[in-house]
């Protein structure tokens, strides 16, 4: 498990980086699962209060699970977006852009905190 907080960002996203590549992900697959977990590190920064706490393992997928302890914000109305959402001086976009780039995404969130999962398939299904 890893904490990020502004400090620790960028030092946490290389750690995500070279564990999706070392794991065998696929190199365009990398960047978009980078991306996904960049997103969610700063919704995390940004709405949950500071800081965060980040896990990886790998199954058949590689996983990412990122929680923080903000007072939560109502998930299903962000996960039900089709279309981008506008943008906003708050941001936005992040988990529209989280959930795009990643081939699987979960959230839970309640007034203790959100915790957000997302995934990348490492190797066929079902192989």
Known sequence: MAHF???RFAEVRREVDAAARECGLDPEKVL???AAVNEVMTNAI???GGR???RLWETDQLMCEVRDHGTGFP???YLER???PTPSPTG???LWIAQRTS???TVDSGPGGTTVRISAQLRPFGG
């Open 52 to 54: 965060g706490e980040l």
């Open 75 to 77: 998930a299903a109305r």
């Open 82 to 84: 089709v279309e981008p």
């Open 103 to 105: 081939d699987g995404m």
């Open 46 to 48: 940004r709405h949950g």
């Open 92 to 94: 936005g976009m992040g």
């Open 32 to 34: 978009d699962f980078v």
């Open 5 to 7: 907080d502004v400090d």
